[in-house]
């Protein structure tokens, strides 16, 4: 029961109110069923006449009817009916009110869990994010944090029968304690002996856990290279693996159906027949009354019967509390990975970016070594070079997502390890390669639905990135949807609403990674346009293999082999390096 504990704990009043009331549900059950056997003496006596023999009540029978003594409640048909009903009536009723208290918080714990993880993936160090797979994440927020939610349904459902359970089995001592005390020694074993199955279902679940997030990682791979394997009709290489994935987890969810089911059919059978054998001892072996053998067998029934459903709730929890072992695991994983922004200094970026002697490298291995680069501020810096020299790398390195084993970065004469790391990326602007845009509306697109932004900032944003024209003649305007992925506008048009994405929060910085590579010449000429526009009231810093961002550039840096050049016109020497 640890994953109940641990989500109790994190629960803690709303659990204690949960407890109460099923304990309150119970007493009242125990209350209705407490009343049937004076109900069962009345009628039997009310069958004989008036003048036949009446039994003395039993001592749990006479302590019931001097409570309802105290209540004024006469021991007839109609009262004892009405006590019955008034207590499955308030029993339902508060287990109404657990049900609703129960869905409730699993689904805070589901809605928890996915903010958890989605959090602290998102403020994780960029070298751990990356070794992150996507389809790993979209199962744990997808499927594991639902099936933790599931668990904690179904473990407060296996306490809701535990205690109903205990308030049958209080009933049958009373009235019984030996013939009870024999029969429950013996659903006792019964339990015992079929809880193999509880631990196969929580085999089954921990296998299922692992293909789930297998399978997810190797699907949403496969899915973002589709055209390629139909292209070369090798598809069926894709079917190959996932099939082998989904034959595994149907293995596991086959055991975990084939277990349940076991459990059902093997736990009633021996239930019913320990009921029977109390019922046997109760007549037989100490001559009970047949009105209060029906009463006890009652009890026991229900009580069996709820333990048997403790048991198969708990079953259930069993089978998906790897779940959220594997989700909790994920995000600690990812918290212990937190990247450190700290409260440094503000900065301004009035005097330029410089790198001085630089090394840097990933998993061993080097990519720069002695670096030192100059971004004067108001000027358009381009970084050129063969795929691999490095050129993402100096972005990573500027925006802080990494830092360099060696060297300093200086942004105007302050260290970036003395800098307000989120102050800083708050002064950049930033354009990727691969403009993904939301099938959602111009304005939308451009704010990201920041509520600090309006209209007139996202006007003033198309405007600076030379689409607003183009824009302002849609048939809604800036609240025309771009369609998926934004489909319904050429390459030039998506580019230029994500620069203006990037202009909408008035940046310092704008950084574009090989933002024209996939536009044709005319769309690249006119993004090009736009920013040399930009240059003269923001540091722009571009990668790019065309030739259109080097000729606009006020210098150009060559990578290659770990070092930078200054491309003439603008040869010079770095302070404190060599040419």
């Known amino acids: 029961m640890q994953l109940m504990l641990a989500l109790f704990r994190k629960h803690r009043w709303r659990t204690i109110l949960m407890l109460l009331a099923l304990l309150a549900s119970g007493l009242a059950e125990g209350i209705g069923l407490s009343a049937l056997l004076p109900l069962l003496n009345v009628a039997i006596a009310a069958d004989r006449g008036a003048g036949a023999e009446v039994t003395p009540p039993g001592q749990f029978e006479q302590a019931v009817l001097d409570i309802l003594a105290r209540l004024g409640i006469t021991p007839a048909i109609g009262p004892l009916l009405l006590v019955i009903v008034a207590g499955v009536a308030f029993k339902s009723l508060l287990l109404l009110v657990v049900q609703r208290q129960v869905g409730y918080t699993a689904a805070q714990i589901g809605t928890e869990l996915r903010l958890d993880l989605l959090r602290a993936i998102l403020r994780s160090r960029w070298e751990y994010f990356l070794h992150q797979p996507v389809g790993k994440l979209t199962n744990g927020l997808a499927t594991e944090a639902q099936r ?3 668990s904690f349904v179904f473990g407060a459902t296996a306490v ?13 001592v009373a009235i019984s304690w030996q013939a009870t005390l024999l029969s429950l020694i013996a659903g006792v074993m019964v339990i015992g002996s079929s809880h193999f199955l509880v631990r196969m279902t929580r085999r089954a679940g921990r296998r299922q856990t692992l293909l789930l997030s297998s399978l997810m990682a190797q699907l949403t791979d496969t899915l973002q290279s589709v055209k390629p394997l139909k292209a070369m009709a090798r598809e069926h290489l894709a079917d190959q693996v996932l099939a082998g994935e989904t034959f595994r987890l149907n ?14 059919s093997v736990q009633d059978l021996l239930f019913a027949s320990f009921i029977a054998l109390g019922m046997y001892l109760a007549l037989v072996l100490f001559s009970v009354e047949l009105s209060t053998v029906l009463v006890l067998a009652i009890a ?5 019967g709820s333990l048997g459903k403790v048991q198969k709730q708990y079953q259930k929890m069993a089978q998906g509390e790897s779940a959220y072992w594997s989700l909790q695991g994920s995000i600690d994983a990812a918290t212990t990975a937190a990247e450190h922004l700290g409260e440094g200094r503000a900065p301004s970026l ?5 790198f001085e002697h630089l090394a840097f490298g990933y998993d061993e291995h080097p990519v720069f070594d002695d670096l030192c680069l100059d971004f004067p501020a108001r000027t358009l810096t381009t970084l050129i070079g063969p795929s691999g020299a490095g050129k993402t790398t100096v972005i990573d390195l500027v925006i802080g997502l990494v830092r360099p084993s060696a060297g300093e970065i200086f942004v105007d004469g302050i260290a970036m390890g003395e800098l307000d790391l989120r102050a800083w990326r708050s002064l950049i602007g930033y354009v990727p390669q691969d403009t993904v845009l939301l099938h959602d509306s111009v304005l939308h697109n451009v704010t990201l639905g920041d509520t600090a932004l309006t209209p ?4 003033n944003a198309l405007r600076a990135a030379g689409i607003w024209d183009f824009v302002a003649a849609l048939p809604e305007g800036m609240n025309t949807l771009v369609g998926e992925r934004g489909g319904k506008l050429s390459g030039g048009q998506r580019q230029r609403v994500a620069i203006a994405r990037a202009l909408v929060n008035k940046p310092r910085l704008l950084i574009l990674d090989e933002a024209t590579s996939a536009l044709d010449p005319v769309s690249e000429r006119e993004i090009c346009q736009t920013l040399v526009g930009l240059k003269n009231d923001l540091t722009i810093l571009a990668i790019s293999h065309d ?30 390096c060599s040419d």
Request: glycine letters at 8%.
């Open 148 to 150: 933790s939610s599931d």
């Open 251 to 264: 293995r596991a969810l086959r055991k975990q159906v084939f277990s349940g089911a076991l459990l059902n």
């Open 547 to 576: 030739s259109a961002l080097v000729d606009i550039a006020d210098r150009v840096y060559e990578l290659a082999r770990g070092q930078a050049r200054l491309l003439e016109p603008q040869r010079a020497t770095l302070e404190g």
């Open 300 to 304: 026991l029934g229900r009580a069996f």
């Open 350 to 354: 009035e005097r330029g970016i410089q």
């Open 160 to 172: 809701t029968f535990l205690i109903h359970a205990l308030i049958y089995g209080a009933i049958a």
């Open 456 to 459: 007139a900032d996202a006007e």
